[in-house]
């Protein structure tokens, strides 16, 4: 059974650091394009990074450049998000997620209807 499983969410002030985990089981996740979005309560789910398999090459949204840094551990099948100077405006839910044969062109990777997503973890900066 194919899943991705995020975990590392949580509260913290703002300036503080989390790093998130996706760990995906039942295929191997160093084979995939990996994305991260997010989504805030009233908004659209939006883009945050993007990993490529090919050559780890990255991408950011804007708002994250120099805070946020993707990453992958193939060996134990798991993408990281590294958060920095988190700020209120970074609350939200966290996914990850990927697609056969998707690669990263923007910080936003196209997940089609046959994509997997995982559950989400909550992000709250708050002092």
């Known amino acids: 059974q194919v899943q991705l499983v995020e975990s590392g969410g949580g509260l913290v002030q703002p300036g503080g650091s989390l790093r998130l985990s996706c760990a995906a089981s039942?295929?191997?996740?160093?084979?995939?394009?990996i994305g991260w979005f997010r989504q805030a309560p009233g908004k659209e789910r939006e883009g945050v990074s993007c990993?490529?398999?090919?050559?780890?090459?990255?991408f950011y949204r804007d708002s994250v450049k120099g805070r946020f840094t993707i990453s992958r551990d193939n060996a134990k099948n798991t993408v990281y998000l590294q958060m920095n100077s988190l700020k209120p405006e970074d609350t939200a839910v966290y996914y990850c997620?990927?697609?056969?044969?998707?690669?990263?062109?923007?910080?936003?990777?196209?997940?089609?209807?046959?994509?997997?997503w995982g559950q989400g973890t909550q992000v709250t900066i708050s002092s």
């Open positions: 997620a990927t697609d056969t044969y998707a690669q990263c062109y923007s910080a936003q990777i196209s997940v089609g209807p046959r994509g997997y």
């Open positions: 990993i490529n398999t090919s050559d780890g090459s990255t």
């Open positions: 039942g295929f191997t996740l160093g084979y995939y394009a």
